[in-house]
């Protein structure tokens, strides 16, 4: 994985407006832009996920101008260095510039990085940070680039995603508690976990159902089979849409019809 450099470390500095002016504290962090809508005529709100601060919202002055610097450094799934002031729910962007070392993803990986920002915005919500997150987001978009297996690439995140928000069922234990086994099969119930299954029970049509092996397997973020990567996708997906509450990701209607995801 990556580790970001010094120069990305956080760092909070004062500045004066002017004589008489309050202390204004601004911040440089590592950040990555997940979105932007225009904002007046020239400039920008952009949705900022930070390593040491998460998600941030912040209006960036000018950047519509073509000769605005800020234009120039805000493209997304590139590594950013950003400064930022302000305490308020909309923070002021006053400077970005590309931290560099990365190559961007083409093609059909380019589609499946959309997919990873549309997951942080409707999953994290804001000022919540999650370094090992924003670590995983990083290294994810590296894999997509060097053209990594997709599906295999994208449920490590989706599961470190679900893990460091707290929406991930224990991959460990059933709901008795007791440990998962291998050679057993278990149904999923949200809000509960994983339920220890009778070989020949009869199950509704919509149940989710996963081998023990599987669970096992996510658990380790590893894929021994075709099976095991195909029961991890449609466990994935059925938890992400119950996230979710039934509301479909656009990227992620797109990857499926393009069997990606």
Known sequence: ???????????????????????????????????????RETSLIVDLFTRAHGRIAAVAKGAKRPHSSLRAALLQFQPLKVSYTGRNELRTLTAAEWAGGSIAPRGDALLCAFYLNELLVRLLPREDPHPALF???????????????VDEVLRRFEWTL???????????????HRPIVAALRYRWQPAAGFVAT?????????????D???????????????????QAKYLTRAILSHCLDGASLNTRQILIDLQKL
């Open 162 to 176: 679900l893990r460091e928000t707290g929406y991930a069922p224990d991959l460990g234990h059933d709901t008795e």
């Open 198 to 210: 009778e070989p020949d029970a009869a199950h509704d049509a919509r149940s989710v159902l996963v």
């Open 212 to 230: 023990g092996s599987t669970l096992s397997g996510l658990q380790e973020g590893r894929f021994d089979s075709a099976s095991s990567r195909a």
């Open 135 to 149: 670590d995983r987001y990083a290294q994810t978009l590296d894999e997509l680039a060097a053209g990594g297996t």
């Open 1 to 39: 994985g990556r580790t970001p450099s010094r120069a990305c470390a956080p760092t909070a500095t004062n500045e004066r407006a002017g004589r008489g002016a309050p202390m204004t504290r601004r911040i440089e962090e590592a950040a990555y832009l997940l979105h932007s809508t225009p904002y």
